[in-house]
């Protein structure tokens, strides 16, 4: 993929003829990052047209537009096309505008700050985003109302198992994060993803005979996520620095690659050569501590065993995860115990899917709050510090992290 670089117009080296047909707005947008959040941004939208578009770009507050040809991707499944132009060099913690060709609407984003010394960064993380769209719909705008810098979806986008026949449910994944992903003063809010077991045909890499650890292997199984996603792209994990202040680790747990072996060795180099990054936070599908399935599954186990103490090896503080359909939080906890040193984990996918009835705190030694109910975290970073809420699809907040927030806020 090609990258632009600002104030420099770059135009395709073949010219194709143009369309007889004049599509004036893109059916959808996507924003994410492929290379540091603080000076870039990766700007997508989907056409019918096969030839290179425009996208035009500036600073917020100037008035002269710079424009960039689009490379053009194939669409899995789809007669439309994915137009992607990636852009470097931006000034961190600044407002660009955006405009797609043929369209009037005018866009923004932000790149985000080079430290946290005078600055915080608000995430809302969830998953398992898409059983029914009205459901996605309703807690997106509950998201959108926080005005966080970016979302996370920690797999399970659209349900559509990497087939063709389910089109449909990536058209109405796209749709909502378009309309509801956006701002009221029509800033796109930046999404980050990770792969799940409804990305791929199967759901694990174990239910394909001849499974080949490859790109060309994985980008079958897995069609749209590879696709569509720029990042985490190839093989499937990857890691995203922010400036040096925080690394968001993305992982693969038994989809598209397996856990042990290649990805694990990748987990531990990658994080032992962050061990001065401030906030090193892992995101992944299939939970280490359940809220709802059984605790010995097998993937579960594998997360637990070989994942987490690398996790804690490495100063890692909070990690997220999914797949359970409900809302749960764990208490910390290191080498399999509770240790107020340890790690919380916080999850588990029920960001619009049909909740699921949860362990009870009783039965689980690990759960320190859990329910059933469709949801999302936000968490804030200043500085070296951290901190949590939940929020239901209505907008109640359901739980604080750390517990002395909410303490202070009843005494007041």
Known sequence: MKYFKPFVLLFAG???GISSFAQTEPHAFYLTWTSDPTTSIEVDWHLDAINPTTLYFRRKGTEKWHSFQSDVLPYPFSPRYVHRVGLQDLRSNTEYELRFASSDSIYYFRT?????????LKIAIGGDSMHRKEWFEKTSRVATSYDPDFVIIGGDMAYENGLAVNIQRIYDWFDVYTNTLVTDDNRIIPCIVA?????????????HEGYEQTSEFRGRIAPYF????????????????????????????????????VQTEWLRRTLESRKNVTHKI??????AYPSVRDYNGITQTLVREIWTPIFEENGVKMAFE??????KRTYPIKAQQIDESGIVYVGDGSWGVQPREVHSLDSA?????????RAFSLLTLEGGKFSLISVDEDGN????????????????
């Not at 985000?112 to 915080?120: A, D």
């Not at 892992?282 to 939970?287: A, G, L, N, S």
């Open 322 to 327: 999914n797949h359970d359909h409900a809302y």
């Open 112 to 120: 985000l700050p080079k430290n946290l010394n005078n600055k915080s």
């Open 226 to 261: 590879y696709g569509l996603f720029a990042f985490p792209g190839q093989p499937g994990y990857n890691v995203l620095d922010f400036g040096k202040y925080l690394s968001l680790i993305i992982l693969d747990t038994d989809h598209t690659n397996p856990i042990e072996g």
């Open 14 to 16: 073949i010219f194709f």
């Open 195 to 207: 792969v799940g077991n409804h990305e791929l045909v199967g759901g694990y890499y174990t239910q």
């Open 397 to 412: 907040v359901i739980d604080r992290f750390p517990e002395s927030d909410l303490l202070m806020r009843e005494e007041d």
């Open 282 to 287: 892992p995101i992944y599908h299939v939970t």
């Open 365 to 373: 030694w690990y759960l320190k709050n859990v329910q059933s109910v």
